[in-house]
């Protein structure tokens, strides 16, 4: 991985950690590195029509 995708990682994370603190118990973690701001999962189709 290049270092530029590992620090956009690295800020994606950031940001959710900030999320996930705002939800509290809410919170759902799923495992999912790209999710809603509640932590639910992203549709598939949403994630394809960001790239049309």
Do not use: K, N
Not at 14 to 29: K, P, S, T, V
């Amino acid at each position: 991985m290049d270092t530029d995708t590992a620090r956009v990682l690295r800020a994606h994370r950031q940001q959710q950690l900030q999320e996930r603190l705002a939800m509290g118990e809410a919170w759902a973690d799923s495992g999912f590195v790209f999710t809603q701001p509640d932590s639910s999962r992203l549709h598939p189709q949403h994630v394809s029509d960001q790239f049309l």
